[in-house]
């Protein structure tokens, strides 16, 4: 689904320069769950933004679906985007002007299988991740879990096989985190769809099945994980608060 080689970027020039990336290599197959661990600055939006052929300027070889996406013009990179890549944003990136079902269906103007009559495709995404009562509000009456929720409705919509989440629990409280992170990884084994999330929680890169860390632009290692279950560690969390309550 995903490979990478030799992947560099650097930003600025002489001594401003800093290298976000350094020698990147990497084979993401159809299907898996991976997590991009590092501290802040070690390089993980750059390398999400390189895959999801949101950034330009890095040396190297990425192909997505078997196709090398150095060698698309922009609109061919953008119909590679809007029909096999979701994305998933820490501040979920709504437009509060619109309503959810107007916010899910937007992805449908840059083309793709629902640019039209997608009104429909909307709902049965908003109902998959529980939000079929709240069509018609605006981002503005919505929780964070819930706005979330919309977002991965609105990645969701063109049926992509990938989705590029960077710290889609970092504004939410650790339930709410859990919530989400248990919705990710049923997208991954009920729909098969491959799930790259960047974080720099310890706990939320333990919900994947392999883990790559970074430092300083550098991979420094690439594991197999046993996945915990979030569905888990939510019912340990209440289990927790009920005995504190008591
Ligand atoms: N557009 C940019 N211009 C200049 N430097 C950048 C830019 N984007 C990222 N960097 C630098 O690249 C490094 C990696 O950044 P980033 O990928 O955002 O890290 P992370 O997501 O792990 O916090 C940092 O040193 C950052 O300052
Ligand atoms: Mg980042």
Same mark, same amino acid.
Do not use: C, H, W, Y
């Given at each position: 689904m995903i490979s990478i080689k030799g992947?560099?970027?650097t930003f600025g020039r002489g001594a401003g320069q800093t290298t976000a990336l350094k020698d990147?290599?990497?084979?993401?197959?159809?299907?898996?769950?991976?997590?991009?661990?590092?501290?802040?600055g070690?390089?993980?939006?750059?390398?999400?933004?390189?895959?999801?052929?949101l950034d330009s300027g890095w040396k190297g070889e990425v192909s997505i679906a078997g196709q090398s996406i150095a060698k698309l013009s922009d609109a061919q990179m953008s119909k590679l985007r809007s029909e096999r890549i979701g994305f998933v944003f820490q501040h979920f990136n709504l437009l509060d002007h619109l309503s959810c079902l107007e916010n899910v269906t937007l992805p449908g103007f840059f083309g793709g299988p629902n640019a039209t009559g @997608?009104?429909?495709?909307? &709902?049965?995404? *908003?109902?998959?991740v529980g939000l079929g009562e709240k069509i018609d509000d605006k981002p503005s009456q919505l929780s964070g879990g819930q706005k979330q929720r919309v977002a991965i409705a609105r990645a969701l919509f063109n049926r992509p096989r990938l989705i590029l989440c960077d710290e889609p629990t @970092?504004?939410?409280?650790? &339930?709410?985190? *859990?919530?989400?992170?248990?919705?990710?990884?049923?997208l991954n084994q009920s729909e098969g769809i491959t799930l790259v999330i960047i974080t720099h929680e310890e706990h939320v890169s333990?919900?994947?099945?392999?883990?790559?860390?970074?430092?300083?632009?550098?991979?420094?290692?690439?594991?197999p994980n046993d996945p915990v279950s979030p569905?888990?560690?939510l019912e340990a969390l209440d289990k927790q608060q009920q005995e504190e309550g008591a």
């Open positions: 992947l560099s970027r990147i290599s990497l084979e993401i197959p159809e299907g898996q769950f991976v997590a991009i661990v590092g501290t802040s070690s390089g993980k939006t750059t390398l999400l933004n390189v895959i999801g052929g @997608g009104a429909e495709r909307a &709902r049965e995404v *908003l109902r998959l @970092g504004s939410l409280d650790r &339930r709410t985190g *859990l919530q989400i992170m248990d919705l990710f990884q049923r333990e919900m994947a099945s392999r883990v790559v860390r970074l430092e300083d632009g550098a991979m420094i290692s690439d594991e569905a888990q560690l």
